[in-house]
């Protein structure tokens, strides 16, 4: 998937634990995002960064935070998990915008995260 | 508040029975309306960026339109391999980056 990797691709974890998601891309883009997918919902924004420790809220940040200290790697830290966390979270991939050139952000195949 | 609307939220054709998907959008500054392809247990697959008025691209079968209130992906003689959840997602100008996407059309293609 033009070299962006999340890890892992399945977890489950209990409430109240913190929880890690990576996201590694060998592509050297600038921006990094962190969506998570429900039923009825669609593809909601977590948090983004545009650079090396450059880091941003998205939609549903409550209850997550995001570091970044290198290019390649952008990890979604759950603090403290809860039941309404259980989701599939995609992490996606953007170089410098290209207006009118047919770009588009690049997703990963997905972490399945269940907390019970 | 960026918005997007797809329909129809399902919908089921023979091979070869053409047919449009709807994307409509409320933006305050487009910078890019985006189609993605979602298989099953896999993460969206880029198709086409949009980004004013009258545009159109093509892929194979698939030719997304946009014009100032919606996006219209037509399928022409779909195969079964087409069967797929599509994704409009739009871009503003400003404020948070990233996308705003729909909750998509889940499209199958009977043989």
């Known amino acids: 998937d033009a070299g962006i990797t999340q890890s892992p691709r399945h977890k489950v974890t209990e409430t109240g634990t913190p929880v890690t998601l990576r996201c590694h891309q060998t592509?050297?883009?600038?921006?990094m995002y962190w969506y998570r997918q429900d039923p009825g919902h669609g593809l909601r924004l977590i948090h983004y960064?545009?650079?090396?420790?450059?880091?941003d809220k998205g939609e549903v940040s409550d209850g997550y935070s995001v570091s970044r200290s290198k290019t390649e790697d952008f990890l979604l830290t759950l603090e403290s998990a809860t039941s309404s966390q259980t989701s599939v979270y995609f992490c996606?991939?953007?170089?410098?915008?290209?207006?009118?050139?047919?770009?588009?952000?690049?997703f990963g195949s997905g972490t399945r995260l269940t907390v019970v | 508040e960026d918005q997007v609307t797809q329909s129809p939220e399902a919908l089921r054709l023979q091979e070869g029975e053409s047919s449009s998907l709807n994307c409509s959008y409320t933006?305050?500054?487009?910078?890019?309306l985006f189609w993605y392809r979602q298989d099953p247990g896999k993460g969206p697959e880029f198709l086409f960026t949009?980004?004013?008025a009258g545009e159109e691209k093509e892929k194979e079968r698939l030719k997304a339109t946009l014009t100032k209130k919606e996006s219209f992906l037509h399928i022409t003689a779909p195969k079964p391999e087409d069967s797929a959840t599509y994704l409009c997602?739009?871009?503003?100008?400003?404020?948070?980056?990233?996308?705003?996407f729909g909750k998509g059309t889940h499209l199958i293609i009977q043989p």
């Open positions: 996606a991939i953007s170089e410098a915008r290209k207006q009118g050139a047919n770009y588009g952000y690049t």
């Open positions: 949009l980004y004013s």
């Open positions: 592509e050297n883009h600038r921006y």
């Open positions: 933006v305050s500054g487009l910078r890019g």
């Open positions: 997602a739009v871009q503003a100008w400003g404020g948070a980056d990233g996308l705003t």
């Open positions: 960064s545009y650079g090396v420790k450059d880091t």
